[in-house]
């Protein structure tokens, strides 16, 4: 008599893979998690580019930078004091300044801030924090790898 052998995965078996596929998950999932907070942080990067820009482009018609937020008057509404297409959508909330100990027509500093009232909330960079860009050039954040 002829006895059919049944094909399959024994319990060990299974057990084996699970343990190895939760390994790998366990090692892969915080560098995926490191790698989407880069990208959104491209985000108030970029913004803070394109506001500088903007300020230069006023600075060369007006002999002076523009100081903005979120609360600003009619003068400063062609600047954008959030840094995706719309203030919910947006990562960062952005405003202008003066820089320290020097005044607007000298100086500007932008901020970007991660997840205020004002735009998404729910987004934070406990890492690089604020992210400013001043009209010298200078860069800063509240870690050195945030540039």
Request: aromatic letters at 8%; a neutral charge.
């Amino acid at each position: 008599m002829r006895t059919m052998k049944m094909g399959g995965f024994t319990a060990v078996e299974l057990m084996v893979v699970l343990i190895v596929m939760a390994i790998l998950v366990a090692i892969a999932f915080p560098s995926y998690q490191e790698s989407v907070l880069k990208s959104k942080r491209v985000e108030g990067r970029a913004a803070l580019m394109k506001l500088m820009q903007q300020q230069e482009r006023y600075y060369s018609l007006h002999a002076r930078y523009l100081v903005f937020s979120v609360a600003s008057d009619d003068e400063a509404q062609g600047f954008r004091w959030y840094s995706g297409d719309n203030p919910q959508n947006s990562l960062y909330e952005i405003s202008a300044q003066a820089c320290e100990g020097k005044d607007i027509r000298d100086c500007v500093k932008l901020r970007a801030v991660p997840g205020t009232q004002n735009v998404n909330r729910n987004y934070s960079d406990l890492a690089c924090g604020t992210l400013v860009l001043t009209s010298e050039g200078n860069k800063s954040a509240d870690a050195d790898h945030c540039w």
